[in-house]
């Protein structure tokens, strides 16, 4: 132990020892007037050998001169020695058991707050060694897998590690602070190959170099192929193979409680084998937990069920009918108990599009589409049987109802104006309800809202550069019933104005010549054009429907000189209707 004697002063009292390293604890009184407050100054932290001799100095500042007090343990061998100068010592050579990290609290007071304080650690480490690599110089890496790779080096001091060269895609070099690095990630699935990584451990005392290589093969995922249960019965030999997938072929190793006469023996190329003859005092459930681990670190597990239990006659535990929906596919399961495991038949003529499979553990399936139109009852014969006592039977119905539909109830065409706001339902009856998709193009400004039970909206404003007529298509599926669609017409036209005329309303010409008289009128809809009078002979007028241009053209005969009076009018059903006299003249 260290004590405080008299003002500005440290004694040391008690010898430290290997065996038994001293705890410490120092004082230093100051008793000059204060006019700074202390501080310390020498480093917080200090690195010593076994066997080295060594002296370091704690100093500070402050006036008047500071006192010292250290409380803690010192390394064996080394002892505290305080100044009278506001410095300590601690200096002696470590004993060699005495390896290790020490912690010495330090403080410095002179009357003036604060004290100053500080933990000085102490570092007890080996005499120096050159760094040497301790981690295997090759891995083999399987693509697509993680995998974490540690790079060991040692040394002393310990060694920091670089490294240079090529990683496979997907990985990474992460240096640790403690001789160590990581390699880790996922190579990618086109990253197979050989990769060279120049690996550098370095200290104070020297380097040390390493070529680590890195290949990546192709694995195939390891999985259990063998189903994950298994029945066993006293007083019969069973032998029950594991199986699995992957390459490399992976090795299966088992955790969990076997029954008694059973044993799980591992067998090359990725198999196994589960084999015995229970005793009845076996009878039970038992888990049986599968490892299966190839040589690049890709792993599975299985967990497999095995029952002990007595011999029983088999029995049908499936429903004795099914309904089923033409045009809809089915999977219907019969199922049978018994031990050993009951095989299971079907007799009798299934509805077209319906076939069955035993799957070889007490069930069966009755799976597929029956043909939509196909309607009625149909009976078969199930039949369950494993050697002891009879064959079990049962009739099973199967009730099959016609396919749904799916039923457009909404018009199949909408007018629209241009820049009002217009909204078309589209409806569909069906069950489930069906869910409306649409195709094609629609007016700009309108658009297409879906919405549950069968319903959609067309809304929207249309611009007015949208005037045209447009087809689209809506579709309805739900899953059950057979898609259907519709072809929507929209039609957008302008907002209804009277008509109104453009264009000469008197014509010229002399009998032969070709002449055309051009009269155009706006309005929505179009207008409909209607002329009243006597045409000179050879002049026609032409107005197809739809169209906002009418002619009067034609070469006049020789017989038709004159002076001709007509009147056109022209009317689409918004306001009065427009007429307009014409003149025609037709010279000699």
């Known amino acids: 132990m260290l004590v405080a004697t008299g003002a500005g002063s440290l004694v040391s009292v ?44 704690i100093t500070t500042t402050g006036t008047p001169v500071p006192g010292l007090l250290a409380s803690g343990q010192l390394p064996g061998g080394m002892t505290f020695t305080a100044g009278g100068n506001g410095t300590a010592t601690i200096a002696g050579t470590p004993s060699q058991g005495s390896t290790g990290t020490y912690n010495l609290d330090v403080t410095a007071s002179n009357g003036v707050t604060p004290d100053a304080s500080q933990t000085l650690t102490i570092s007890v480490v080996p005499v120096g060694t050159v760094p040497s690599f301790t981690s295997p110089s090759s891995y083999q890496l399987a693509s697509g897998y993680y995998r974490s790779i540690a790079v060991v080096a040692t040394g002393s001091p310990v060694p920091s590690l670089t490294a240079s060269g090529g990683l496979p895609a997907g990985m990474s070099f992460q240096a640790g602070g403690n001789g160590t690095a990581t390699i880790s990630g996922v190579p990618g699935q086109d990253g197979t190959g050989t990769y060279t990584l120049y690996v550098t451990a370095s200290n104070s005392l020297g380097v040390a170099h390493q070529t680590l290589t890195i290949s990546v093969v192709h694995a195939e995922p390891v999985t259990f192929t063998s189903p994950g249960s298994l029945t066993m019965h006293p007083g019969d030999y069973t032998a029950f193979t594991v199986r699995t997938s992957g390459l490399p072929a992976p090795t299966i190793v088992s955790s969990g409680r076997l029954p008694a006469g059973v044993a799980f023996t591992a067998q090359p190329g990725g198999t196994a084998t589960i084999a015995g003859d229970p005793p009845a005092t076996a ?295 427009v007429r307009e006299e014409l003149r025609i003249v037709v010279l000699t």
């Not at 009184?29 to 001799?53: E, Q």
Request: hydrophobic share 40%; no cysteine.
């Open 283 to 577: 009878i039970g459930t038992y888990a049986v937990d599968l490892t299966a681990t190839n040589d690049l670190g890709v792993v599975a597990h299985q967990s497999i069920r095995l029952v002990v239990n007595e011999h029983s006659a088999p029995a049908i535990t499936s429903p004795s009918s099914f309904d089923v929906r033409g045009g809809t596919y089915a999977k219907l399961t019969v199922s049978a108990t018994g031990n050993p495991t009951p095989g299971i038949t079907l007799s009798g003529r299934l509805p077209y599009g319906l076939h069955y499979k035993d799957n070889g553990n007490g069930t069966g399936y009755i799976y597929g589409t029956p043909g939509r139109t196909i309607s009625g009852a149909y009976p078969v014969q199930v039949t369950a049987t494993n050697g002891i006592g009879n064959p079990a039977h049962q009739t099973v119905e199967l009730h099959v109802a016609l396919a749904p539909t799916i039923t457009f109830t909404s018009k199949a065409s909408v007018g629209l104006t241009a820049g009002r706001y217009g909204k078309l339902a589209v409806r569909t009856v069906a069950s489930p309800a069906a869910r409306l998709t649409l195709s094609g193009r629609l007016p700009l400004g309108i658009r297409f809202f879906p919405k549950s039970g069968g319903l959609a909206y067309l809304a929207g404003t249309p611009w007015r550069s949208a005037v045209g007529r447009y087809a689209v298509t809506i579709a309805a599926s739900n899953g059950t019933a057979r898609p259907v669609s519709q072809r929507l017409v929209i039609s957008v036209s302008f907002p209804p104005s009277a008509p109104v005329l453009y264009g000469a309303r008197s014509l010229t010409t002399r009998v032969h010549a070709y002449a055309k008289l051009r009269i155009v009128a706006t309005g929505s809809p179009v207008p409909r054009f209607t002329l009243s009078g006597r045409l000179p002979a050879g002049l026609r007028f032409v107005a197809p429907p739809g169209h906002r241009v009418v002619f009067v053209a034609g070469r006049p005969w020789a017989s038709s000189a004159g002076d001709y009076q007509l009147v056109l009018t022209v009317q689409n059903g918004v306001g009065q209707p």
């Open 14 to 57: 008690g010898v430290a020892s290997a065996a038994n390293p001293p705890a410490v604890r120092t004082a230093v009184v100051a008793n000059a007037t204060a006019t700074a407050a202390p501080k310390i100054t020498s480093p917080s932290s200090l690195t010593v050998h076994p066997g080295t001799k060594v002296s370091f100095t």
